[in-house]
C-alpha cells in the first residue's frame, strides 16, 4: 500500500545528491515531493520546509553545515520526521538514540560502496609496500639524481593483513588479498564468530594478536563510543616496525598525534590514511608532512560506480520506506514500532513489520 491519493511524501535534501540518479528516480513520482534545499537560502525559510518534512536525506559530513545536522535541536523543529538517510554506510553525524526516542528511523547506504573502498584499501597496501607515494614525490623533487636501489620495497604476496571490523568492506579486502595474493588473513570483529570470519576468508584474533602479527593493519569498522580512539599508543607501539597502519574508515579512530609519534620514531614503516578528525586536513597537517604516509581526501567511496550506486540505492530505500515496506538498511531498527505509530498516523496505513528487527 502506498500513500493516499493526493498525498504527498516530503522528501528535502540540501544543495545535491551525490549522483544525479537520484533526483532522476524521486523527481519524477507523484507520491514524493523532493525539495532540494541551499544553504545559501535564509534559514527560516529551511526552516519552514524542513519542519514539514517526512524524510531527511543528509549531506556526507564534509559538506554538512550547521545547523542541519540531524541531532536532538533539529528533530524538535521538524516534527513530521520520520526517517533520515545518510550519503553512505556511515552515519555517525547523525544522533542516532535521539532520533530513536523521537521515533525516527535511520537508515545508511552500507554495502553500496564496499569494492570503492575494498579497492582503495588495496590501492593504499600496494602503494605503501611498493614505495610508489614516496619513488613519486623524490622523482619530483630530485629527478636523476634518485638511486633507484634506495627505493626497493616489497611484495605483499604472502604476507599478512590484518582486518578490524570484517562487515561488507573488511569482508571484500579479505577477499582479494587472499584470493589475489594468498595473503594470511587475520581479523578482529567482535560481532562475528570465529565460523563466519573462516566464511570471509579470515582467522579470528585478538587486537593485540592481530597488531603483533600483521604486515598491514587496516581499518573497516564505524566510528562508535566504542571505536573511537581504539588506535593509539599503546596500539601503534603493539605493531612491527616494517608494518604499515591503513585506515579508510572513519577520522577519530586512530589518535592522530599519536600517529605522527608513531611515524617519527619510525615505530611503523607507513601509513594510508583516507579520513581525517577535520576534514578537509589542513595542508599544514603533521601527518601530509612525512614522505612515508599516503593521504588522500576522504576519497575511497568516490567513484563513479558507487556514487552511482550510493545514490540510486537511497532513491529506492525512500520509496521502499514511503510505501510503507521494510527499508533494507535501517540502523535503530529497535525505532520502528513509534515509527510505525507515528506513520500511520501521517499516511492513514501501518507500515508493514520490520523482519529483522
Not at 511524501?9 to 523532493?34: H, N
Not at 605483499?156 to 594470511?184: D, N, P, Q, S, Y
Request: aromatic share 8%.
Amino acid at each position: 500500500m502506498a500513500v493516499r491519493v493526493g498525498q504527498k511524501a516530503g522528501l528535502v535534501f540540501f544543495e545535491s545528491w551525490v549522483d544525479p540518479i537520484a533526483e532522476d528516480i524521486l523527481g519524477g513520482r507523484d507520491d514524493v515531493d523532493l525539495r532540494k534545499l541551499s544553504y545559501s537560502t535564509v534559514e527560516a525559510d529551511n526552516w519552514d520546509v524542513m519542519s514539514r518534512a517526512h524524510g531527511y536525506q543528509v549531506q556526507a559530513r564534509t559538506e554538512l553545515r550547521e545547523p542541519w545536522f540531524p541531532d536532538a535541536a533539529l528533530i524538535a523543529r521538524c516534527p513530521n520526521l520520520l526517517a533520515a538517510s545518510s550519503t553512505g554506510a556511515g552515519y555517525d553525524y547523525i544522533d542516532v538514540e535521539a532520533c530513536t526516542a523521537a521515533g525516527i528511523l535511520v537508515c545508511n547506504q552500507g554495502g553500496t560502496n564496499t569494492e570503492a573502498v575494498a579497492e582503495h584499501a588495496l590501492g593504499l597496501m600496494l602503494s605503501l609496500s611498493k614505495r610508489i607515494g614516496i619513488a613519486d614525490k623524490l622523482l619530483r623533487r630530485h629527478g636523476a639524481e634518485i638511486d633507484r636501489y634506495a627505493l626497493q620495497g616489497n611484495d605483499i604476496r604472502g604476507k599478512t593483513v590484518g582486518i578490524v571490523g570484517l562487515g561488507a568492506i573488511g569482508g571484500r579486502l579479505a577477499e582479494l588479498c587472499h584470493g589475489l595474493f594468498g595473503m594470511t588473513v587475520l581479523a578482529y570483529d567482535p560481532y562475528l564468530d570465529g565460523a563466519e570470519i573462516v566464511r570471509r576468508h579470515g582467522t579470528s584474533a585478538s587486537l593485540v594478536e592481530l597488531l603483533q602479527r600483521s604486515d598491514f593493519v587496516s581499518v573497516h569498522c564505524p566510528r562508535s563510543k566504542e571505536t573511537l580512539g581504539m588506535f593509539g599508543e599503546a596500539q601503534f607501539a603493539a605493531m612491527k616496525p616494517s608494518a604499515y597502519f591503513i585506515n579508510t574508515a572513519r577520522g577519530g579512530i586512530h589518535d592522530e598525534p599519536a600517529l605522527e609519534t608513531a611515524l617519527r620514531e619510525r615505530r611503523i614503516a607507513g601509513a594510508g590514511i583516507d579520513v581525517f578528525l577535520k576534514e578537509p586536513p589542513p595542508p599544514d597537517h603533521p601527518l601530509l608532512s612525512f614522505d612515508n604516509v599516503i593521504a588522500t581526501p576522504h576519497t575511497a567511496g568516490i567513484t563513479q560506480e558507487a556514487l552511482e550506486q550510493m545514490s540510486s540505492s537511497a532513491a529506492d530505500q525512500w520509496i521502499e520506506l514511503f510505501n510503507g515496506r521494510a527499508p533494507p538498511r535501517v540502523v535503530n531498527p529497535q525505532a520502528w514500532p513509534a515509527f510505525s505509530r507515528r506513520f500511520a498516523s501521517m499516511f492513514g496505513f501501518e507500515p508493514e513489520p520490520l523482519p529483522y528487527a
